[in-house]
């Protein structure tokens, strides 16, 4: 069965059998593992699809803490085991890289040194290199062999962004798409800032740290080394766009970036939205970054229940808290809260003033909301879904859930 169609009639099975997990978007894939207890998913990790990586960084670590089983195939079923040539592949192109950089755990953060470096690809440089690629191809689901070809061929990796307003008003109508400008295009034809390719800046590409020193400040001490670079060089701005994630937010809102934009879309690689964040460095993209923050803030309610209805629940909590979310709610709809949550008004008659009030609250606090909250004060997910999901309760079960969870929500706020 095609998985939409799997989800839209949700069969009885005591086993569910999904090949080729990693080419299904990642929401499809965790609102499977909520229907189905059971599973079996196989799929390639590596490989063509460039999805793989993605599977076993942002789907399978998450399962860790439910009960998995994980095998792997070692055999090669196509070739020999030990075939030379796929060893001088695998070692040319670092498929598998041998492990992880080796840094004492020791070593005082404080004493790092950040540099830029100039040739990377020389041969001088190829053991840092190695290090380098290993790392980025531990943490990040998107590390392809293309990479390392950057890595070896761009003196510094610095991708610096300013079309002309000719190509910035095609990219505005969606006549031209440039490649390599990811966030620009983004900025001007989604977002609607029609001269904003205009603008020179940077885009983070990846950004990676050791396991054993994260949450120590290194990551930040990154992005100021590279916001220095950018006002060395006269740039307007140091931005950048990735899978949504609570971890990631909280990294990149602590690192001064607003957020401005929610990709329409799920991307392919990762299953998720995307986000775009900026850093203004020179004055002149403050304006555009306080509009676009503004039409985030009116428009998000209708994103939520429309594309961005999907959405995981622990997703759209870190959404909120990284728009800084606030909507002002009036004597009326805070009557209209009342009703439902004290009396037996309908959900669907105080939609509008429940979305804004529980969107608010969700912002300001720092405590986990109930999933249903989330998937029904918020995004407006069909009843018969919800129904499905719980297993146990009926629509009359579930909206007297959310009476509760909405009357407690507002004894916390």
Same mark, same amino acid.
């Given at each position: ?5 799997l989800?839209?009639? @949700? ?5 569910l ?22 599973l ?10 460039g999805?793989?990586?993605g ?24 070739? @020999? ?5 796929e ?12 492990s992880?950089?080796?840094?004492a755990t020791?070593?005082?953060?404080d004493? @790092? ?5 100039? %040739? ?21 689901y998107?590390?392809?062999p ?11 990796l610095?991708l ?10 095609e990219i ?9 400008h ?13 001269h ?6 940077m ?7 050791l396991?054993? %020193? ?11 080394r ?15 766009s990735?899978a949504?994630d609570p971890?990631?937010?909280?990294f ?8 401005? %934009?929610?990709?329409?879309?799920p ?13 203004p ?7 555009? $970054? ?5 039409r ?17 629940? *622990?997703?759209?909590?870190?959404l909120?808290r ?31 003033s429940?979305?804004?009030y529980?969107?608010q @609250? $969700? ?25 499905? *999901? ?24």
């Open positions: 069965m095609a998985p939409d169609q989800l839209l009639d @949700c069969p009885e099975a005591d086993l059998i999904v090949d080729e997990a990693a080419m299904i978007p990642l929401s499809m894939l965790r609102q499977l593992t909520r229907l189905y207890p059971r079996v998913m196989a799929t390639t990790s590596g490989g063509y699809e999805t793989g990586r599977f076993m960084l942002r789907f399978v670590a998450d399962l860790q803490r439910f009960k998995l089983l994980h095998d792997r195939l070692e055999k090669p079923v196509r070739w @020999c085991q030990g075939d030379g040539l060893a001088w592949l695998n070692r040319c192109l670092m498929l598998k890289p041998d992880e950089p080796v840094v020791d070593y005082p953060v004493d @790092c040194r950040l540099e830029v470096l100039e %040739h990377p690809g020389s041969a001088a440089a190829w053991p840092l290199l190695r290090q380098a690629y290993a790392l980025l191809n531990a943490a990040h998107r590390t392809r293309s990479d390392l070809r950057l890595l070896m061929e761009n003196p510094d610095v610096i962004v300013g079309l002309d307003e000719s190509l910035s008003s505005f109508y969606g006549r031209r798409r440039p490649r390599g990811l966030l620009a295009q983004m900025l001007t034809a989604q977002a609607g800032l029609r904003f390719a205009c603008y020179r800046g885009r983070v590409q990846r950004i990676a740290v396991a054993t %020193h994260r949450r120590q400040g290194l990551g930040s001490r990154l992005i100021e590279a916001m220095q670079y950018g006002r060395d060089n006269s740039l307007d701005y140091l931005g950048a990735f949504l971890d990631n937010a909280r990149w809102q602590q690192a001064h970036c607003r957020l401005v %934009h929610v990709s329409y879309a991307g392919k690689s990762s299953g998720d939205h995307s986000i775009a964040v900026l850093r460095i020179a004055e002149a993209p403050e304006t555009d $970054i306080r509009q676009l923050r503004q985030l803030q009116q428009q998000l309610p209708t994103w939520l229940t429309q594309f961005l209805q999907s959405m995981e629940s *622990e997703q759209v909590t870190a909120l990284y728009a800084d979310y606030e909507a002002g709610v009036d004597e009326l709809e805070q009557n209209e809260i009342e009703a439902f949550t004290a009396g037996n008004k309908g959900f669907e008659i105080c939609f509008a429940l979305q804004k529980v969107m @609250c $969700i912002a300001r606090s720092s405590i986990e909301p109930d999933r249903l909250l989330v998937e029904k004060a918020v995004q407006n997910r069909d009843w018969k879904l919800l129904e499905r *999901e719980s297993g146990s309760e009926g629509r009359r079960q579930l909206q007297q859930r959310l009476r509760g969870l909405v009357a407690a929500l507002r004894k916390a706020c």
